[in-house]
């Protein structure tokens, strides 16, 4: 016997109404939108975690009293600079101080002119410390009669959040991705039920277990595919709009900004693979419980 013949047109198993195009691709587009989600929430929360670390982690400010001599200043930054830790170390500018202290001060000009200002460095660091504190504690025996700001402290739970976050929202997307290939397969199986004496007979009739399997994985890709663009497509505003609003914590604004939205921000290199990645998932449960359910046939 020839094996079964495939054609565009044609569909001996009757699979276009075993298959519902509507139930399978709305399920898996629903399935899509949170995997979506999960995967802008793990990216979101990689950049916070680089910005915090590069950013306030990496600096700290040491205080010196408003009547320190210019000679002790010039000493506290030679030591300073000398820190291993230490990338650059200057002396904050009175003009910048005091536009940092115009919140609580007022917008009079001259509000900080009357007050005797400490004298602040800046520091930046190499690196987020480890131990923050242990550091600090460093700077401070660097420069005695100093304050030490360790930005660091708070600065490293917050990356160590971040970073729980985002394992977090990618075992939430394996979970997605799991429960899509158990829909998938129970989708399927309804399928061999329903057209179980059409698969019978053209198994007897000489058709291969890969011409069947290839056949319900053909169409469960399709189904699966149409579904997860159609679940990306709608999570799209859905993350513009948080991307709009987590802007300010990423330190800037989108480069493309449609209708208000920052849909430049996007991971669409990530997105476009979801519905790639779903067909690849449909076509690969298909296979393997067609196949299955084919050797207890046999």
């Known amino acids: 016997m ?15 109404r075993a298959l519902s195009d509507r139930l399978l691709p709305g399920l898996v587009a629903a399935m899509a939108l949170l995997g979506a989600l999960a995967l802008a929430g793990a990216r979101g929360a990689s950049d916070l975690s680089a910005r915090w670390q590069g950013g306030a982690a990496a600096a700290m400010t040491v205080q010196l009293p408003a009547t320190a001599p210019a000679a002790q200043v010039e000493r506290a930054l030679a030591a300073l600079r000398r820190l291993p830790e230490v990338a650059k170390a200057q002396a904050m500018e009175r003009e910048r101080l005091a536009a940092l202290l115009r919140p609580w001060l007022g917008e009079a000009p001259g509000a900080a002119a009357g007050l005797a200002l400490p004298v602040v460095i800046e520091l930046h660091l190499r690196r987020l410390p480890q ?11 660097a420069v005695p009669g100093a304050q030490v700001e360790a930005h660091g402290v708070w600065v490293a739970r917050l990356v160590a959040l971040a970073r729980s976050l985002q394992g977090v929202t990618l075992a939430a997307l394996l979970l997605v991705a799991g429960i899509a290939a158990a829909v998938v397969a129970v989708a399927v199986r309804a399928g061999i039920a329903a ?10 009739l000489g058709a291969t277990d890969a011409d069947i399997a290839g056949r319900f994985a053909g169409r469960v890709a399709l189904l699966v595919a ?57 076509w690969v449960t298909a296979q393997v419980t067609v196949r299955r359910w084919l050797r207890r046939l046999a």
Request: no cysteine.
């Open 226 to 282: 149409l579904g997860a663009l159609a679940g990306t497509v709608l999570a799209a505003p859905v993350l513009a709009g948080l991307a709009d609003l987590a802007a300010p914590l990423l330190g800037g604004q989108a480069a493309a900004s449609v209708l208000g939205l920052p849909w430049g921000s996007l991971p669409w290199a990530e997105l476009a693979l979801l519905p790639v990645l779903g067909a690849g998932i449909g």
């Open 131 to 141: 131990q923050p504190e242990a550091l600090a504690l460093g700077i401070a025996q």
């Open 2 to 16: 020839r094996p079964l013949r495939r054609s565009r047109g044609r569909d001996p198993l009757g699979l276009r």
């Open 195 to 204: 057209r179980r004496e059409a698969i019978g007979i053209l198994h007897d």
